[in-house]
């Protein structure tokens, strides 16, 4: 097959159905019609005289040959893109672009802040999105260019992904003001005898503080699970109920409840943020750019 035959956006659709899982998702990525991914499906089935993906329940599941297909496809067009943006200069100021930011939940609260400051003074016409970015498909979503960069804890990613430390967060203890236990400090014993509140995305398994206690050889009562902070932090300002949470975030998200924000009561691994990109990504001038913003706004 000689590549004057191949439209290369039908290649970016398949790249986007292996990773969305369906076609309706894949046309809200790409900004196009249901029928527009379906025609553009048709074609490549043709083109390649396979299925390329077979319906199981509402997923579209990849074939032998997409699965075979897709390493060397997405670092094609990764190449690609490398090298049309090496032909092409940033210049912040008069930019207009847009960059897709995934991170989580309490950190959105503490890298938007100070991005979109810098950004209102450099780079006035530039548009951001943070999104919540599922953490196994993660390393896809940035070699498929649907996040330009992505900030969350240290995951295990391949050397396709480049990583860079951008902040270094303690943990604290939050407890409302009046506790009948806790008054302005809390010790091991007393944090313990607590029933405490765990913020997760998962329906089950332990914290990372709960990990961090298991290998002190010590456990703690969860008596609530719950997506987020704030809904954590407002349920401890009406009960005894304590919560775990990052420190710079606890005391920005508990200025308006009044709670107490404490040292964790024995010392644990640093809650660290990480900046990941795609390696094809390394020398794009406006990921580069975009990169520099973050780092300057976000160490500490």
């Not at 609260?109 to 999105?129: C, F, G, K």
């Not at 091991?188 to 398994?205: E, K, N, P």
């Not at 998200?253 to 691994?269: D, E, I, Y």
């Amino acid at each position: 097959m000689h590549i004057s035959r191949v439209d290369l956006n039908l290649l970016v659709v398949l790249d986007t159905i292996y990773t969305e899982g369906g076609i309706t998702k894949a046309a809200e990525k790409l900004h196009l019609t249901q029928p527009a991914i379906s025609h553009a499906l048709a074609r490549l089935r043709d083109l390649f005289n396979d299925p390329l993906f077979e319906r199981q329940g509402h997923k579209m599941v990849p074939t032998p040959l997409t699965k075979r297909l897709i390493d060397p496809l997405r670092g094609s067009l990764q190449s690609i893109g490398s090298l049309l943006n090496d032909t092409q200069s940033f210049e912040p100021a008069i930019a207009k672009k847009r960059f897709v930011i995934g991170l989580r939940d309490y950190m959105e609260s503490t890298v938007m802040p100070p991005l979109m400051r810098a950004l209102a003074i450099e780079a006035p016409e530039v548009e951001v999105s943070g999104v919540r970015a599922n953490r196994r498909s993660l390393e896809s979503e940035l070699a498929a260019g649907t996040l330009d960069v992505a900030v969350d804890v240290l995951l295990p990613l391949s050397d396709a992904v480049k990583v860079k430390r951008i902040s270094v967060d303690g943990m604290a203890v939050v407890a409302r003001k009046g506790h009948p236990a806790i008054h302005g400090s809390v010790d091991l014993d007393t944090y313990l005898a607590q029933r405490h509140i765990l913020v997760t995305s998962r329906r089950q398994g332990p914290g990372f503080e709960d990990i961090e206690l298991r290998r002190m050889g010590v456990q703690r009562q969860v008596a609530l699970r719950c997506q987020f902070y704030f809904a954590a932090c407002r349920t401890v300002s009406e009960t005894d109920f304590v919560l775990t949470m990052p420190e710079s975030y606890a005391h920005m998200a508990n200025r308006q409840f009044g709670n107490q924000v404490m040292a964790f009561p024995v010392p644990l691994s640093s809650m660290d943020a990480y900046m990941y990109w795609h390696a094809s990504t390394d020398n794009d001038a406006a990921n580069r750019w975009l990169r520099s913003v973050l780092m300057r706004c976000c160490v500490r």
